[in-house]
């Protein structure tokens, strides 16, 4: 991101994961919206893979119940922010990790009262490469992050 020179950025997996063709619509709903994430749990979104889309479901509910945030896909990744907004924040602080910089991303922009859009994607299968991620340690990852950054929040109510 730091060397970027565009307004707007757009951030996606490289394997074509995310559809390059939904990036058009990411970027119009920016002028209403502080980030807009393609999801795969608002109606029309979805996932070729029905396992990995349920347990990914059943996880992102847990994540909406322990943080009360509206947001339904909170491991997308998929997702367009202006330049400036993005900017506001400590990066080094959300960019690290695997995938779980986007949970720290979506809950510091949440706090701060960002307007976040989700619109349906559909992932597809991979099409280039092999995946990397291993479940079990994808998952004790992110759970980790999530409990630091819950506990960084405090206990209390979220909002």
């Not at 322990?66 to 080094?92: H, P, Q």
């Amino acid at each position: 991101a730091e060397h970027s020179s565009g307004e707007v950025l757009v951030f996606m997996d490289t394997d074509f994961n995310h559809d390059p063709a939904m990036i058009p619509q990411l970027i119009k709903f920016l002028e209403y919206y502080d980030v807009v994430i393609g999801s795969r749990f608002v109606m029309r979104g979805g996932m070729e893979d029905r396992v990995r889309y349920v347990f990914s479901f059943i996880y992102n509910l847990g994540l909406r119940l322990l943080f009360g945030t509206r947001v339904w896909d909170n491991l997308s990744g998929f997702f367009a922010i202006y330049r400036s907004r993005l900017f506001e924040l400590d990066l080094d602080r959300i960019f690290y990790g695997y995938g779980d910089y986007f949970i720290r991303l979506l809950m510091v922009g949440w706090r701060r009262g960002w307007r976040m859009l989700e619109i349906p994607v559909f992932y597809r299968l991979r099409q280039r490469g092999h995946s990397k991620t291993q479940f079990l340690a994808t998952f004790i990852q992110y759970t980790w992050a999530i409990v630091k950054l819950r506990l960084s929040f405090g206990l209390g109510r979220m909002q």
